[in-house]
């Protein structure tokens, strides 16, 4: 029974350790991604501006702004719902505001 506890709770830290990985490497391109639409949009409303494009151009550019800001939030939830069950898995959950309020942390508003 020991054992088998023991396998689970490597297996928890396992996939709780990937999951923050990938959402670190998900917040890297989503960051790309953020400048890129923000770029598109400033290109769509001068095109409008200029009488070049249209208002529905410009729509879809803040749209596709919308929806990649979504991402970034649901990814950093993933990633602090990662975190917050590696800590727990490790017993050291109350670690985890020390991990937060570091200098390179990212906050969504």
Known sequence: ?????QQEIE???YKSYSELSTAQQSNQLLQQNEQAALE???IQQLSFKEDM???SQVIDAQNQLSVLKTEKALNAY???MALATLLQSHGSISQFKD???QTNT???R
């Open 1 to 5: 029974m020991t054992a088998r506890t």
């Open 11 to 13: 297996n928890i830290i």
């Open 40 to 42: 598109n949009l400033r």
């Open 53 to 55: 494009g249209t208002a």
């Open 78 to 80: 993933k990633y602090v």
């Open 99 to 101: 991990y937060v309020n």
């Open 106 to 108: 990212d906050f969504i």
